[in-house]
Structure formats: structure tokens, C-alpha cells
């Protein structure tokens, strides 16, 4: 991750550290709800890096908040978006589980043909919310994972 980092501008160990600490506070609260719901633990996590116009973030809060709705209905457990707030103004995240790569493909495909996915799609592209987008797939390491401290 550090590399996908670096191709966008540096990043400092702060900021990195905030978006990391928000990022695995977020993985830990939807794993609790996972397993309070009796579902399997996700296997995958694809973690969005964007890069966006910080003049329009805003406009990129309502492309995420519209997520809030299209991930869950086509199939990716929607972990949330993150929103540049001290630092760095124009690095975004986004985090959605799914249980394999499979599970991935078939909701990508769920995207291409939801008419509220593709109108978010152009809505961003015509505003130029986002400048650059990076997809990192990651898995949890079992035992090091959500344990409460001693």
C-alpha cells in the first residue's frame, strides 16, 4: 500500500497513520456486526484509494453517500468512504468486503447494469470529481485482527 501511496504524492506517516487508524476502526465495526449477524467473516477487502479535485468534495461526499445505497443492493458489504479532514486535502477512501474474488466479479457486474450505479458513474465523470482512482485488495490476517486490548 505504501507504493500506491507514493504514486500519488507523498504521504507523511500522520496522515497515513489517521487514514490506517479510521480504516481498521471500520473493518473491526462491521466485523462485530458480521458476526452478531451469523454471517461468514469476509474474506476480501477492496480498498479505494481516490485522488480528488478538493473543490469538489462535497460533490464526491454525495458520489460516496449514493454508494450508501448501490454496494449493498449489488452484492459488496460497504465497510465506508472516508473524506480528507485534517491534512492532506484531496485523498478519498472506500472500503467494500466481499467474500472472494468471485463474489467481487459479480458485483462489478451487478454495477455495470444498476441504472443508479451508472448514473453516479457519469455524474462523476462529467464533474471530474475524481483525478485518480487506485484498487488495493487485502485480507485479514487471522489472530491479529479485532482484539480487544488486554
Aim: charged content about 25%; hydrophobic content about 45%.
Amino acid at each position: 500500500m505504501a507504493q500506491a501511496m507514493h504514486s500519488l504524492g507523498p504521504v507523511n506517516r500522520r496522515q497515513a497513520s489517521v487514514v490506517a487508524g479510521a480504516a481498521i476502526a471500520a473493518l473491526a465495526m462491521a466485523r462485530g456486526a458480521w458476526a452478531k449477524a451469523g454471517r461468514r467473516k469476509m474474506k476480501l477487502t477492496c480498498f479505494i484509494r481516490y485522488q480528488i479535485d478538493p473543490f469538489q468534495k462535497d460533490a464526491f461526499k454525495a458520489y460516496a453517500e449514493n454508494w450508501g445505497r448501490i454496494i449493498p443492493r449489488c452484492g459488496g458489504h460497504l465497510v465506508g468512504y472516508f473524506l480528507p479532514y485534517e491534512g492532506t486535502n484531496d485523498v478519498a477512501w472506500g472500503l467494500i468486503a466481499f467474500d472472494s474474488l468471485a463474489a467481487y466479479e459479480a458485483y462489478r457486474a451487478r454495477l455495470r447494469t444498476d441504472p443508479e450505479a451508472r448514473e453516479n458513474f457519469e455524474m462523476a465523470q462529467s464533474r471530474k470529481l475524481i483525478l485518480r482512482e487506485e484498487r488495493n485488495f487485502v485480507e485479514i490476517v487471522d489472530g491479529t485482527f479485532g482484539i480487544p486490548p488486554g
